[in-house]
């Protein structure tokens, strides 16, 4: 099931957008790699930086074959 919500409330990104650039990115099987650059994709966790743990769980779901 594909949920939506926002995430990074600063940058305005939700967890579909996150989701699609993982998909599009998905060349990196690390976390932190991945998490580089679905920041230069969607600007997510630039602001305050407040959503960097949920981004990167988010992240280590996808990664983890989690259904998205
Ligand atoms: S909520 Fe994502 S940078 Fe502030």
Known sequence: MKEN????N???VSYSD????????NKFDDVLKTFESVQKITNC???CGGCHEK???IISDIL???EI
Not at 5 to 8: K, L
Not at 18 to 25: G, P, Q
Request: proline letters at 0%; a negative charge.
């Open 5 to 8: 919500y926002t995430v990074c």
């Open 10 to 12: 600063c940058k305005k």
């Open 45 to 47: 966790s630039t602001g």
């Open 18 to 25: 996150i989701a699609d650039a993982v998909e599009n990115n």
């Open 64 to 66: 983890n074959g989690a």
């Open 55 to 57: 981004v990167l769980d």
